[in-house]
């Protein structure tokens, strides 16, 4: 079965929208952003895929790649997927949250 944007959009409250069109017009300014619907996310990649967007009733969990751990009472979770690849969660409740420091982080 294919997957879309919609898919994951459908359902949810406006601001999980709001959201992820920030996220996704902040990113396209660095450069191209491929977009990945999968079954329960939306994968983002350049060269590599570095984040993942998962949708909530009216949050976004967004997932993100780093070669290092990050520090920061923003992140919820950090999982140590090798020896140099960290995955990070945040919790985003709103557009304001897609700032300087997570577009940092990405």
Known sequence: ????????LDGKDKVVARI???LLNELNKFGPVRIEPKK???HLANRFGF?????RSNYVNLEFHQDKRVQNKRIQKVEQASANRYHHVVKLN??????????GWL
């Open 1 to 8: 079965m294919a997957y879309n944007e919609a898919d994951h």
């Open 51 to 55: 984040a993942g967007v998962y949708t």
């Open 20 to 22: 992820y069109e920030k």
């Open 94 to 103: 709103g557009p304001q949250e897609v700032d300087k420091e997570l577009l």
């Open 40 to 42: 329960t996310s939306i």
